[in-house]
C-alpha cells in the first residue's frame, strides 16, 4: 500500500518536518524530509520503521535509533554459529546471547550452513535486520551452491542485498563461480527495491525451478507476502545442496533466522 499524507508538523522525536514537503509511507515506513534541528543535526530525511525488536528511526547520514519496543519483539531466536563453517575471507560473525549472529567486520567472509541440505522441495529461508551506510558499497548475500564444484567451474547461485554508493538498496541474483574468482551471468538484474532493515529472503526449490523472493516483513512468525523476483532452472548451471551466507565489511548484519527445510 502506497499513499502520501500532509506533513505539517511532527515534533515526536525531537525533530522538525519540513512542512512544505510530503511524507511518504510504504508498507508501513515512513521517509519524511526533514530540517536540522538540535536532536537531528543532519536536514535531508527521516526514515520511520519496524525491525523485529521495535521502531526505530534513520536520519540521512545512515544513524538508527530505537524509540520504542521491546527486545526480541516476543520471538525466540535460535541461530547457532556452530552449524556454520566459514570457507572464505577473513571477517567474523558473532554468536549472540540472544540466539543470532551478527556480522560487523572489517573484512568480508562466507559462511557455509553445515545443518540441513538444500534440494528439491526444500527451501532456504534466512531473517535478518540490516544496517548499511547508503553512500558506501556493501553486499549481502544469502544463498545455495554445490558441494562438489570446484576451481573456477560453475558454484553457486547468489541471492543480494546490495548498496551502489547511490542511497539505495538493490536485490540482485548472480550465477558465481566455485572459487569466487567471477561471476556466470544475472538470473535478476539488480533493481531498486523497497527494501525493509528489517526482511526475510527465500530461495525455493520446487523441484524444477529455483525462486528468489523477498518478503518486507522481517518477522519469522510472518507467512508472506513473498514476492517471487526471479526463477531458475535448478539443475542448468549447478544443482544446489547446501546454503550458506556471505556478507562484506561495508555492512552490519543480524542473522535472527537461517533455516533449510
Not at 542485498?161 to 539488480?190: M, Q
Not at 508472506?224 to 552490519?252: E, I, M, N, Q
Request: aromatic content about 12%.
Amino acid at each position: 500500500m502506497r499513499r502520501l499524507i500532509q506533513a505539517a508538523s511532527w515534533v515526536a522525536l525531537g525533530v522538525v518536518i519540513n512542512a512544505a514537503a510530503l511524507a511518504l509511507v510504504v508498507n508501513g515506513v515512513l521517509d519524511m524530509p526533514v530540517l536540522s534541528s538540535a536532536a537531528n543535526p543532519n536536514s535531508g530525511f527521516m526514515r520511520l520503521f519496524f525491525k523485529s525488536d521495535g521502531l526505530y528511526y534513520r536520519t540521512s547520514d545512515g544513524v538508527e535509533t530505537k524509540v520504542g519496543g521491546s527486545s526480541g519483539g516476543g520471538e525466540s531466536w535460535s541461530v547457532n554459529l556452530a552449524d556454520f563453517t566459514r570457507t572464505s575471507g577473513t571477517g567474523s560473525a558473532v554468536q549472540e546471547s540472544d540466539g543470532s549472529i551478527s556480522f560487523n567486520s572489517t573484512a568480508g567472509a562466507r559462511y557455509r550452513y553445515n545443518g540441513a541440505a538444500f534440494g528439491a522441495g526444500k527451501s532456504l529461508v534466512a531473517a535478518l535486520d540490516w544496517t548499511g551506510k547508503a553512500s558506501e558499497f556493501w553486499t549481502f548475500t544469502v544463498g545455495v551452491e554445490s558441494s562438489s564444484c570446484s576451481g573456477s567451474g560453475p558454484g553457486r547461485f547468489r541471492f543480494d542485498l546490495y548498496s551502489n554508493a547511490d542511497n539505495r538498496a538493490y536485490l540482485w541474483v548472480r550465477r558465481e563461480k566455485c572459487d569466487g574468482s567471477g561471476t556466470d551471468g544475472e538470473v535478476y538484474t539488480w533493481t531498486n527495491h523497497f527494501v525493509p532493515h528489517s526482511v526475510k529472503l527465500r530461495i525455493r526449490d520446487d523441484g524444477a525451478n529455483l525462486h528468489f523472493e523477498y518478503c518486507p516483513s522481517g518477522l519469522i512468525a510472518a507467512s508472506g507476502p513473498w514476492k517471487t523476483l526471479a526463477s531458475a532452472d535448478r539443475t542448468s548451471y549447478v544443482t544446489a545442496d547446501r546454503a550458506y551466507f556471505a556478507c562484506d565489511s561495508g555492512v552490519t548484519a543480524k542473522i535472527r533466522q537461517f533455516t533449510v527445510q
